[in-house]
Structure formats: C-alpha cells, structure tokens
C-alpha cells in the first residue's frame, strides 16, 4: 500500500508556472505507474499526465507542450511542473498510482489517490 501527499498549489497569474510534488509513502515507489488528474468544479476528473515506471511519460492534449511529468525514485517523489498556465487550468489536482501499471490516462486504473492540491491561475 501506498500513501500520497501532493504540495505545491496555489495562486498564479496567467503565463506564470509552478512545480507541484507528490511524496509517496512506503519502500516499492519504483513499482508503480504515477499518474497527475485534476478535477475543476461542476467538471469531471480529467488526465493531465502520466510516467511509467521506466519514464516514458504521456499527456493530455490540453497540457502537452505545456507540462512536464517526471519522478525521482531516490526520494519516492513524482513532479509535475507547469509552465504558461491558462486559468483553464485552474483545479485540485490529484496524484495517483498504479501498482505495476501502464501510465493508463483512466482514473480508474489507479489504487491510490492523493487529497489534492488546489491550483488556482487568474486572468
């Protein structure tokens, strides 16, 4: 079993950037698929990223080009760093992970969840 805890949200004007972190808890983080979702109000969870366990790494379309997930296994701690955010990026995104898994961009293939973080871009 896995714990997640998401850091890094906040406020940000449109155009600016931030790194949000995902520390997971337990000795078996290499073993997993993480994945990065985001929920905004009245709208359902939507796939933002994805990274294997080797490092290939998947997108959705409205962050490619924009996003970039990446993990450190040393430290049990997956990334996302987000560059010229739009405030339709604005949502509490979520960490996941999939034991042994593919990257899959279906919330449902992950086990774990993090609470979320909330990102917020104005306008």
């Known amino acids: 079993q896995v714990q997640l805890v998401e850091s890094g949200g906040g406020l940000v004007q449109a155009g600016g950037s931030l790194r949000l972190s995902c520390a997971a808890s337990?000795?078996?983080?290499?073993?997993?698929?993480m994945g990065w979702f985001r929920q905004a109000p009245g709208k359902e969870r939507e796939f933002v990223a994805a990274?294997?366990?080797?490092?290939?790494?998947y997108y959705g379309d409205s962050v490619k080009g924009r996003f970039t997930i990446s993990r450190d296994n040393a430290k049990n701690t997956v990334f996302l760093q987000m560059n010229d955010l739009k405030p339709e990026d604005t949502a509490v995104y979520y960490c996941?992970?999939?034991?042994?898994?593919?990257?899959?961009?279906?919330?449902?293939?992950?086990?774990?969840w993090g609470q979320g973080t909330q990102v917020t871009v104005s306008s």
């Open positions: 996941a992970a999939e034991l042994y898994g593919s990257g899959s961009s279906a919330s449902y293939e992950y086990e774990y």
């Open positions: 337990g000795r078996v983080f290499s073993s997993y698929a």
């Open positions: 990274i294997r366990r080797s490092g290939s790494t």
